[in-house]
């Protein structure tokens, strides 16, 4: 695990080292932009989820360590960042029974706060999307029960949850969720050993779902997605025996995929993308999932 950090400018095709954070090193923290911090927290070390997070302000090159997360540790989560609060949930540490957590976090105050019951299940590997109302929940799995299909959508205005309609597609974990401005679009991931291809995407104002037609990729999880405005792009990706080389772009509002270029990099899995508002630029991760794959340092930028 590495506890240094860089940022890259575009512009000048250029790289800066940042000062030294107050977190031990860690994988797959949660990392959201908040208008004026990089808001770090969570992540995993040899098998333990972590529960603590620091704030960088790029304006001053300074990093401060956020408040103690006050419930209960241990928790597989996903987060979304609110505009206003980072929100997490979870709940599974190898305990299908343990009673999900969530909690939002709030910068400005620097203060904690739990939120309501969720009417789910404790799950791992499952997806979590902001709206601009609502963060949605769906999928993932507790290594016991069949992989979860359902999902429920959490409104912090209210503070209240509500149960999404049942999906077209077969329940799965380790998948892919972005949203649009108007859907929440599903794709990919596990089913047990089968690697799904298959996606959907949820209306949340009518509460409905469609079925979207078949891409050209085949079934894999943890790939480079991005939503560029307009279409929905992946690239790479692994299928438990090796990572791909192609990429593909869905259009919802024609209605159509379109494959991608070969691209100047190798195929990895669980590396960095975002979206510039010109293009998808990815970085890092590695040539198989999991401890034992070789790292990438390297990265390239797609603009569509």
């Not at 240094?4 to 923290?29: C, E, Q, V």
């Not at 990392?31 to 995993?44: I, K, M, N, Q, R």
């Not at 103690?68 to 928790?75: D, E, K």
């Not at 993308?273 to 990265?299: K, P, Q, Y």
Request: net charge negative.
């Amino acid at each position: 695990r590495f506890r240094d950090g860089a940022t890259y400018d575009p512009s000048t095709n250029s790289w800066t080292r940042l000062p030294p954070g107050p977190l031990a090193a860690r994988a797959h923290a949660a990392a959201f932009w908040t208008g004026g911090e990089v808001l770090v927290w969570g992540g995993y070390e040899l098998g333990e989820q972590l529960t603590d997070g620091a704030a960088y302000d790029p304006t001053r090159g300074r990093w401060r360590t956020i408040a103690h997360w006050p419930f209960a540790s241990g928790l597989a989560w996903e987060a979304v960042w609110s505009g206003r609060e980072l929100i997490v949930w979870g709940g599974f540490n190898k305990q299908p029974d343990r009673i999900p957590l969530g909690a939002a976090y709030d910068p400005e105050a620097d203060r904690w706060r739990r939120i309501s019951p969720s009417p789910l299940r404790a799950r791992q590997w499952h997806t979590a999307v902001w709206t601009g109302r609502e963060m949605i929940v769906w999928g993932g799995n507790d290594l016991v029960r069949p992989s979860f299909a359902d999902g429920a959508a959490y409104e912090p205005e209210t503070d209240r949850w509500r149960v999404l309609a049942a999906a077209p597609i077969g329940g799965r974990y380790r998948h892919h969720a972005i949203w649009t401005g108007e859907e929440m679009i599903l794709w990919g991931g596990n089913a047990g050993p089968s690697q799904l291809s298959d996606c959907a995407a949820y209306d949340p104002r009518a509460d409905e779902w469609r079925t979207l037609p078949p891409g050209p990729l085949g079934g894999r999880h943890w790939a480079a997605v991005v939503w560029t405005d307009r279409e929905m792009i992946v690239w790479s990706g692994y299928d438990n025996e090796r990572a791909f080389e192609d990429g593909a772009a869905y259009d919802p509002v024609a209605n159509t995929w379109r494959r991608l270029p070969s691209a100047p990099i190798s195929s990895r899995c669980d590396g960095a993308a975002v979206w510039t508002g010109d293009e998808m630029i990815l970085w890092g991760g590695t040539h198989a999932c999991g401890s034992f794959g070789h790292h990438r340092a390297d990265g390239a930028a797609f603009r569509p």
